[in-house]
């Protein structure tokens, strides 16, 4: 008897001596591409990120797996290809094709935490759906929060746009006179330190917050004081667009639209400016939130993400904003700190937004459902040259009833769905459009990091070709369901309503 109650006596000092499990910090931009200073941008201020990847791990290689804002946070909440997910566009959620899949934070909530969401985490359009629940999964929350600022409420009279009275799908801009704490991100960040707060309070309950910010997607809205750190005639204009597009197969500009014709250069520079404002005025945000988690003592237990749904493009090949499936649409920043995760490290293996629902389940000892389609990224994290499975996947799809509203007549084809697949390792990006018949692109980015030189039809490189389209192909068959049985999607007809504020 004195035996077992010895045993028991240890056994219960070390459940209470055992470490509490980690909270989880997920903050997310919108429309954001790797313009930051700890990416390396020449102009971009982005301090309080630039702070939170010396903490912890910078990933460069990191993709989305659909750069549009619906397929790709719905695949990144689900651990599932968007072939799987049966999202394939905006205007849908998980729920209505896999209804009974676990989300990423649902799975939190079910082993304990508190799982709260601040704006954007689902799919929302921008900027009407500011202040309500857009596309959200309620199973997914015990708490939702949905500010609306000055940016949503008061300034859009005043917002230049190439279409007049069109935001969330076109290229639209203003500098604001209402300050940080009066915008919706600001709103939002400051709903975060309050939700933080009384977290810190409840120190056995852990917490998975998740923060989705508004900026810097189109309308670029942001107070002028982020305006006046990027003056405008020093904004950088991408040139020799139409001998770069000489190469290209035509659905690599599918993603171009109408409206965009008529940019000049000094629209071009205003663009970019507003662009530039916007990310420096989330990264403020952003750092409300960090540092209120270092005030209140949480950060030693609590693993931060900052992502984006997708890149954007500024000019680059002749495009603007995303759906392609270049460096610049595809590639999203990835930072991760916290305990366990080194600091200070550069991952450069590729990696998906698809692999942060098998990371985090894994580093937070969260049960999660067997069907996940990526990786953990936990042994990148406490060792960084390691790479994982070596590659990463990311695709569009055009024609079909997919293409969207102002895009190019080029990103069609007689009404057939055409998908397209692009491997990036860490030497190359592979894209082929329909399993290579509609077109291919190689690029070399040790020595073109840009990639202006499409290699796909160079002898000297058939071999790689080869080892390149075998993988792609097997990576993109294995995106579907293993049990075989695929989402129905819905008709073209029924998403068109959809298609035009993404």
Same mark, same amino acid.
């Given at each position: 008897?004195?035996?077992?109650?010895?045993?028991?006596?240890? =056994?219960?000092?070390?459940?209470?001596?055992?470490?509490?499990?980690? /909270?989880?910090?997920?903050?997310?931009?919108?429309?954001?591409?790797?313009?930051?200073?700890?990416?390396?941008?020449?102009?971009?201020?982005?301090?309080?990120?630039?702070?939170?990847?010396? #903490?912890?791990? #910078?990933?460069?290689?990191?993709?989305?797996?659909?750069?549009?804002?619906?397929?790709? @946070?719905?695949?990144?909440?689900?651990?599932?290809?968007? /072939?799987?997910?049966?999202?394939?566009?905006?205007?849908?959620?998980?729920?209505?094709?896999?209804?009974? $899949?676990?989300?990423?934070?649902?799975?939190?909530?079910? =082993?304990?935490?508190?799982?709260?969401?601040?704006?954007?985490?689902?799919?929302? /359009?921008?900027?009407?759906?500011?202040?309500? /629940?857009? $596309?959200?999964? *309620?199973?997914?929350? !015990?708490?939702?929060?949905?500010?609306?600022?000055?940016?949503?409420?008061?300034? !859009?009279?005043?917002?230049?746009s190439l279409l007049p009275g069109n935001f969330g799908g076109t290229?639209?801009?203003? =500098?604001?006179?209402?300050?940080?704490?009066?915008?919706?991100?600001?709103?939002?960040? @400051?709903?975060?330190?309050?939700?933080?707060?009384?977290? =810190?309070?409840?120190?056995?309950?852990?917490?998975?917050?998740?923060?989705?910010?508004? @900026?810097? $997607?189109?309308?670029?809205?942001? *107070?002028?004081?982020?305006? !006046?750190?990027?003056p405008v005639g020093q904004m950088p204009v991408v040139s020799g667009v139409e001998e770069d597009q000489k190469d290209l197969p035509k659905h690599a500009l599918g993603s171009q639209k109408q409206e965009q014709e008529t940019l000049t250069d000094d629209l071009r520079r205003q663009a970019v400016q507003a662009y530039f404002a916007a990310i420096s005025f989330m990264d403020a945000q952003a750092g409300v939130v960090l540092d209120a988690l270092d005030k209140l003592g949480l950060s030693q237990n609590t693993i931060v993400v900052f992502t984006s749904d997708h890149g954007y493009h500024l000019g680059e090949h002749g495009l603007w904003q995303k759906q392609s499936l270049f460096e610049e649409s595809a590639r999203v920043p990835l930072l991760m700190?916290?305990?366990?995760?080194?600091?200070?490290?550069?991952?450069?293996? *590729?990696?998906?937004?698809?692999?942060?629902?098998?990371?985090?389940?894994?580093?937070?000892g969260v049960k999660a459902p067997a069907n996940l389609q990526g990786q953990s990224l936990a042994p990148i994290l406490k060792d960084t040259t390691q790479m994982g499975r070596g590659w990463v996947l990311s695709q569009v799809v055009r024609g079909g009833g997919f293409k969207r509203a102002g895009a190019s007549p080029a990103a069609g084809d007689n009404g057939r769905r055409i998908f397209g697949y692009s491997l990036r390792t860490p030497r190359w990006r592979y894209t082929e459009w329909d399993e290579g018949r509609e077109g291919r692109e190689l690029y070399d980015h040790d020595a073109d990091p840009k990639e202006l030189t499409n290699l796909a039809d160079k002898a000297d490189h058939a071999a790689t070709i080869t080892e390149l389209s075998g993988k792609?192909?097997?990576?993109?068959?294995?995106?579907?369901?293993?049990?075989?049985?695929?989402?129905?999607?819905q008709e073209a007809s029924m998403w068109a309503p959809n298609l035009t504020d993404p």
């Open positions: 008897m004195k035996f077992f109650l010895f045993v028991f006596t240890l =056994a219960t000092l070390a459940t209470a001596h055992a470490a509490p499990r980690p /909270n989880v910090l997920f903050l997310i931009a919108d429309d954001l591409n790797n313009s930051l200073g700890c990416y390396g941008h020449p102009l971009v201020k982005t301090p309080n990120l630039d702070k939170l990847a010396a #903490r912890g791990v #910078r990933f460069e290689k990191a993709a989305c797996q659909f750069p549009l804002c619906g397929p790709s @946070r719905n695949s990144m909440l689900t651990g599932l290809y968007p /072939n799987s997910s049966g999202i394939l566009t905006n205007g849908q959620v998980f729920r209505q094709t896999i209804p009974t $899949h676990v989300s990423l934070p649902q799975a939190f909530r079910q =082993a304990g935490y508190f799982a709260a969401r601040i704006g954007k985490l689902y799919h929302y /359009n921008v900027p009407k759906s500011i202040g309500t /629940n857009g $596309h959200d999964d *309620p199973g997914s929350w !015990e708490l939702e929060l949905n500010p609306a600022g000055a940016d949503r409420m008061q300034d !859009e009279p005043n917002i230049f290229l639209s801009w203003y =500098a604001s006179p209402s300050p940080d704490e009066k915008h919706t991100d600001g709103l939002m960040a @400051r709903d975060a330190a309050w939700v933080l707060e009384r977290c =810190a309070r409840d120190k056995e309950r852990p917490f998975f917050l998740a923060l989705g910010f508004f @900026r810097p $997607h189109t309308p670029y809205v942001s *107070p002028k004081q982020w305006f !006046e750190g990027y700190a916290g305990p366990g995760i080194t600091k200070g490290g550069v991952a450069k293996a *590729p990696v998906g937004l698809i692999d942060l629902y098998p990371t985090l389940a894994d580093l937070c792609i192909q097997t990576a993109a068959k294995a995106t579907f369901p293993a049990d075989g049985v695929t989402p129905k999607l």
